[in-house]
């Protein structure tokens, strides 16, 4: 079935060094792979996304990367700073006979060191 | 997502009794979802509707129900049906179901006492 792995489920770098969080997915179908920032107790925010079209996007110091025919993308966060801290989840959209579905990741929860 | 609300944002409730959260939206969405989110775990979907008065069960629908009489509105119901209900649930809306980004809304936050 349908499903969205997301490792590693803990991250800890130092501030400024570099974060990488890797994702695959199972439906070759998939298209549409957005990546959310949840803080403790709060709601999940959409901090990128990318669709198939495209194999790389970038946002300041945040980048996504795609690899279709491996079916793997990865969030990258350069030069890490303390706000940074927080769960990442992955997600990629699964089509079904009448509408699609986004599958979420497990989560990363990233720790950025002072 | 500030245009998708959700109350309350803590609720308690006794073993046995039904409880009613709401998901409200202004943003015009026509797809609506909840998600459940146990402590340090991903978000699981329990309903979800692309239009008004349709709605479709996700992975963990057993115990809860939902209505769609409004396109604004999607509130959940979780039902004595439901073993463990504590939780942290979300509500989301989407344009539309196809591809589309979910906006969530801040969440409320059920313990069963």
């Known amino acids: 079935g349908e499903n969205v792995e997301q490792h590693p489920s803990t991250l800890s770098v130092q501030e400024g060094d570099s974060a990488v969080i890797k994702c695959t997915y199972s439906d070759s179908a998939s298209n549409y792979f957005p990546w959310y920032k949840q803080e403790l107790g709060k709601r999940p925010q959409l901090i990128i996304d990318i669709r198939s079209n495209v194999g790389e996007k970038k946002d300041q110091r945040i980048a996504v990367t795609l690899n279709k025919t491996a079916k793997h993308f990865s969030l990258h966060i350069t030069e890490t700073q303390p706000e940074d801290s927080a769960v990442y989840f992955c997600a990629a959209t699964y089509e079904y006979s009448s509408a699609s579905k986004i599958i979420f990741g497990s989560g990363t929860r990233l720790s950025i060191r002072p | 997502d500030g245009g998708i609300t959700q109350s309350p944002k803590y609720l308690f409730r006794k073993e046995g009794q039904n409880v009613t959260l709401s998901c409200e939206q202004n943003?015009?969405?026509?797809?609506m979802y909840w998600y459940r989110q146990d402590p340090g775990q991903g978000l699981r979907l329990i309903y979800y509707?692309?239009?008004?008065?349709?709605?479709q069960k996700g992975d963990i629908a057993e115990g809860y129900s939902v209505s769609r009489e409004k396109k604004e509105s999607f509130p959940l119901t979780v039902t004595s049906a439901q073993k463990n209900p504590t939780a942290f649930y979300l509500c989301?809306?989407?344009?539309?179901?196809?591809?589309?980004?979910?906006?969530f809304g801040p969440g409320t936050r059920l313990t069963v006492l």
């Open positions: 509707s692309q239009i008004v008065n349709d709605f």
């Open positions: 943003l015009n969405h026509d797809a």
């Open positions: 989301a809306s989407s344009k539309g179901s196809d591809a589309d980004t979910q906006y």
